[in-house]
T-cell receptor
Framework: DSGVTQTPKHLITATGQRVTLRCSPR?????VYWYQQSLDQGLQFLIQ???????AKGNILERFSAQQFPDLHSELNLSSLELGDSALYFC??????????????FGPGTRLTVL | QQQVKQSPQSLIVQKGGISIINCAYE??????FPWYQQFPGKGPALLIA?????SEKKEGRFTISFNKSAKQFSLHIMDSQPGDSATYFC????????????FGGGTRLMVKP
């Protein structure tokens, strides 16, 4: 158990809908990262927040947005969902803002299925 | 554009054998190279990592070999065990390379008893 929690574990929804994925980082970790894992694209970095501020952005679609709240939990919002958005979404956390000197601890993931 | 290429996609090794997974990168701004291990239904977990100032790092049965001039690095698993059966991802990071972890495509390792 990495100490990172993600809810829900599974989510099934329809195209065009909007969903929110939630992540609670390990105690003491200030950085939260979101990743998408799909069969064809592999593991892709989406976005990073450090202490409430956006620090790095990957190939995150405009339909996706995230935020980190004062209690450091984070939410990833996915809207106008398409079939291709079906994937595993992982949250990771680390102590500091840079990922080279701070190990990222991954949560168990949320499996999103868009029908 | 895939900046980190990983091979093979799948690997079958006999118990006690050596598993070797290779990665190549393009961006010379990468300066941190971790390997992650992922079991089915779990998130990736850091296995071992290396920085380009050393050519090799060993932790138990796991060794990273790093060739800066060739822009390649590899993971060697000595005395492979059935419990090592998992998917392995190499990754690369650099502050001037987007400040994000870029992952290889993954290698599914199966160690046969």
């Amino acid at each position: 158990d990495s100490g990172v929690t993600q809810t829900p574990k599974h989510l099934i929804t329809a195209t065009g809908q909007r969903v929110t994925l939630r992540c609670s980082p390990r105690s003491g970790d200030l950085s939260v990262y979101w990743y998408q894992q799909s069969l064809d694209q592999g593991l892709q970095f989406l976005i990073q927040y450090y202490n409430g501020e956006e620090r790095a952005k990957g190939n995150i679609l405009e339909r996706f947005s995230a935020q980190q709240f004062p209690d450091l939990h984070s939410e990833l919002n996915l809207s106008s969902l398409e079939l291709g958005d079906s994937a595993l979404y992982f949250c990771a956390s680390s102590v500091g803002p840079q990922s080279s000197y701070n190990e990222q601890f991954f949560g168990p993931g949320t499996r999103l299925t868009v029908l | 554009q895939q900046q980190v290429k990983q091979s093979p996609q799948s690997l079958i090794v006999q118990k006690g054998g050596i598993s070797i997974i290779n990665c190549a990168y393009e961006n010379t701004a990468f300066d941190y190279f971790p390997w992650y291990q992922q079991f089915p239904g779990k998130g990736p977990a850091l296995l071992i990592a290396i920085r380009p100032d050393v050519s090799e790092k060993k932790e138990g049965r796991f060794t990273i070999s790093f060739n800066k001039s060739a822009k390649q690095f590899s993971l060697h698993i000595m005395d492979s065990q059935p419990g090592d059966s998992a998917t392995y991802f190499c990754a690369a990071w650099g502050y001037n390379a987007g400040n994000m972890l870029t992952f290889g495509g993954g290698t599914r390792l199966m160690v046969k008893p």
